[in-house]
């Protein structure tokens, strides 16, 4: 008995299924669609939806909706379906030339079974005369007649096998030459047209049991969709009037880029902090073995020459490779083996996604957040569209009010200004994502700047560029050089400059100014700081002075309005006479 094949009903995802709910991921996105159909029959049905982009994971396909006695869902299947756009009667470009390659190949091959013909022509051609020299015994007159005859046919065939050997070789070097010109032709422009003859089309089979008439079934249909992401970017406001009150201002955006060839209207959005692509299962560590080097020994009267040199030159590439990449290098090259592995693996083919913000306006939404167990979503209130333009939309998912600590940074020797920093706390209950920042004092754009991912309760610094109210001079260094010691002589330098801070605000600032002192590498080179005395907790009233870890001093100084302050330097460089001393910096 042949079975009966369940009714179908086509659906056009694009049509027919209007997206619900849009949860956009830095490399990908989720895509909630509503399937709403009317059944007048009970019985068994396959809803066949089309329309879907190239760029949809089938395997990702996710159904819900139909868990009622009165609709069960059997089966979500999915499927490629192939369907030429022109007639396979109208032959394109591609179709000649695929033609007129296919005739060169059959002529290729009938010259080269010719070719093969005369060959083995020849070859027993050869046969017969080499017998014939072989012969033993005494030659008759019949036999001298003979042998003159198989000489003059062998004379006239030998010059007949040439020429056609000959000539059918020009002919398949013509041949060949064509099948390439052919091939270099097809490759060129026959995979793009080959995509416009042909067309893809991805299809989801969803069998449902509906187990009464008369009934109306809404379906969710989700799915996992690629060539789409988002990213944060940021606007970092002060006010020079409030900048005592410690307060500044962050507005946090999404920008949403859509490349997927799916448009998405009139939807639902949330942008999701979770990353897919790192995968849910944490890696796992071997066992780090040591033992004693053994170096490889090779045996070269057992290797063939060739061999050894291969081996040779082998080992010793790997070993420049290895000498040569950077630990930076190889880790990406681990992260490109990785995402190459990955099913929504980054196009090489997409445009770079930071050089379109510079060029594109930005439409502005808002959102909301919403918190998971291991991410952020943030959600956009309003249903909005996004077309898959690739162009990016700007959505803002918070104005948040930060507290900030302002700070002056001076390095006199390099730059006469103070550079005005501000260091923010992160109070909000969101992470901040790593992303482009654009620094404004007083509603006037002062930098570009950026951040790295910023959790809650830390701290991030961003500059704010330099402040003409506070004056820096910084005066010339002052040495004094003379010999020491009767019988060793040293060279003894004494060097002393000092740089002068004036705060010219009506409200107290706090600076910072960093100062080199030389470091010896040699114990001969001796150097002693003597101003300031570091012994010192407390070198002045409200002023603090200590040495980092780079070897320089620095300076802490509250400065009240209109005050000025003094940061003396000095020390002393001693080094045997007879040598000689230069001063780098690294």
Known sequence: MTAVKPPVVRFNVNQQCPIQYVTVYNDRAEVTRILR??????????????????????????????TSKACTILEVSHQIRHEDIAPLSDLTSLD????????????????????TRLTKQREWLDGRSIKLM????????????????????????????????????????????????????IDHYGAAAQASRRKIYPEVTITVHIASGELDVALEVSYLISNC??????????????????????????IIVNKSQENWLDANFSLSTAKPSLGGTPPKLNTLNIDYYKPLVIDSKQ?????????????????????ESTPTDRWKDVFRSFRAKSLLAHDPTI????????????????????????????????RSTIDSNGKPHKVTIGVLDLPSTFTHTVVPKISPHAYLKASTVNTSDKQLLAGPVSVF??????????????????????????????????????????TQGLISKIHHETCHHETKIVNMKSTEITVFVYEQVPLSSDEKIKVKLITPDLRQKDYAQNCMVTMNDKNNLEWKYVLQPHEEFQCPLEYTLEWPKDKRVELQEG
Not at 57 to 63: C, G, I
Not at 144 to 159: G, K, S, V
Not at 305 to 323: G, N, R, Y
């Open 37 to 66: 159909h009317h059944f007048d029959v009970e019985g068994i049905y396959d809803l066949v939806l089309d329309g879907f982009s190239i760029f949809v994971n089938e395997t990702s396909m996710h159904v819900s909706g139909g």
């Open 441 to 482: 004092m007083d509603n006037n754009f002062v930098t570009h700047s950026s951040i790295d991912n910023v959790y809650v309760c830390d701290t991030f610094d961003l500059p704010l560029g330099t402040d003409a109210s506070v004056k820096v001079e910084y005066k010339p260094v002052k040495k004094m050089v003379d």
């Open 351 to 382: 445009e770079d996604k930071d050089a379109e913000f510079d060029e594109t306006k930005v439409n502005i939404l808002a959102s909301k957040t919403a918190a998971s167990m291991s991410s952020i979503s943030f959600v956009i209130p309003r």
């Open 229 to 254: 992401f988002w990213s944060a970017s940021y606007d970092f406001r002060v006010s020079s009037a409030e900048a005592n009150q410690q307060q500044t201002q962050l507005t946090y955006y999404g």
């Open 96 to 115: 000649n030339l695929q033609s007129q390659l296919g005739n060169v190949e059959t002529d290729l091959e009938m010259h080269q079974r010719e070719l």
């Open 303 to 323: 290797i063939p020459k060739t061999e050894l040199t291969d081996s040779i030159a082998s080992t010793t590439s790997k070993f420049a490779v290895m000498h």
């Open 134 to 185: 072989n012969q033993d015994g005494p030659c008759t007159t019949n036999d001298m007649e003979n042998i003159r005859q198989f000489l003059e046919f062998y004379h006239n065939t030998l010059l007949k096998l040439d020429d056609n050997t000959v000539r059918e070789e020009e002919e398949m070097k013509k041949l060949k030459s064509r099948q390439e010109a052919l091939k270099t032709q």
